[in-house]
């Protein structure tokens, strides 16, 4: 395969990537708990600002959570999507960071919020949790090879922050 036709494939399968994520209302956040285990939970995505690029994803939450701790422990997380009516299975890896000071809260902050965090952006624990993905394994049906689900398909960036497909 030819680097050009390599890095149509490697489009090709970020776009159906992002295009499946773009379906899914929401996610399963996977954080390492402290005794151990493995911490999963649901969660819905805050919107990306404009000039992010696509592989940042942000969610709201209580800054006195258990998942928050988990991040201040260990950064790395998962997360993970599923859009049944396209067979189409995507888990993320990468680095979470925490924005909690009150100027970055108020500046991202949205009406909606209230409904979870009804004291408002300036007397709630709420925080913003992006992450920056660095490793997607996905299963879509009609994208990955075939026979359906029985490799990964596994992209990672590297240091300079270049999509590379991996072997599954």
Same mark, same amino acid.
């Given at each position: 395969? +030819?680097?050009?036709?390599?890095?149509?494939? #490697?489009?090709? $399968?970020?776009?159906?990537?992002?295009?499946?994520?773009?379906?899914?209302?929401?996610?399963?956040?996977?954080?390492?708990?402290? @005794?151990?285990?493995?911490?999963?939970?649901?969660?819905?995505?805050?919107?990306?600002?404009?000039?992010?690029? @696509?592989?940042?994803?942000?969610? #709201?939450?209580?800054? #006195? +959570?258990?998942?928050?701790?988990?991040?201040?422990?260990?950064?790395?997380? +998962?997360?993970?999507?599923?859009?049944?009516?396209?067979?189409?299975?995507?888990?993320?890896?990468?680095?979470?960071?925490?924005?909690?000071?009150?100027?970055?809260?108020?500046?991202?902050?949205?009406?909606?919020?209230?409904?979870?965090?009804?004291?408002?952006?300036?007397?709630? +624990?709420?925080?913003?949790?992006?992450?920056?993905?660095?490793?997607?394994? $996905?299963?879509?049906?009609?994208?990955?090879? @075939?026979?359906?689900? #029985?490799?990964?398909?596994?992209? @990672?960036?590297?240091?300079?922050?270049?999509?590379?497909?991996?072997?599954?």
């Amino acid at each position: 395969m +030819s680097l050009a036709d390599n890095n149509a494939d #490697l489009n090709r $399968l970020l776009d159906a990537t992002a295009d499946k994520i773009g379906k899914v209302r929401y996610c399963w956040l996977l954080t390492a708990a402290g @005794e151990g285990g493995i911490r999963a939970r649901p969660m819905g995505r805050v919107p990306r600002d404009a000039d992010e690029e @696509e592989w940042t994803l942000r969610f #709201l939450t209580d800054g #006195l +959570s258990p998942k928050v701790a988990d991040l201040r422990r260990v950064g790395s997380v +998962s997360v993970i999507f599923q859009h049944d009516p396209d067979d189409a299975f995507v888990a993320l890896t990468g680095t979470a960071s925490l924005a909690e000071g009150k100027p970055e809260i108020r500046r991202r902050w949205k009406p909606a919020y209230d409904t979870y965090f009804p004291d408002g952006p300036d007397r709630s +624990s709420a925080i913003f949790v992006t992450i920056d993905v660095t490793r997607v394994e $996905l299963w879509i049906r009609g994208v990955t090879p @075939e026979p359906f689900g #029985l490799q990964t398909t596994v992209i @990672e960036r590297d240091a300079t922050r270049v999509w590379r497909l991996k072997a599954g």
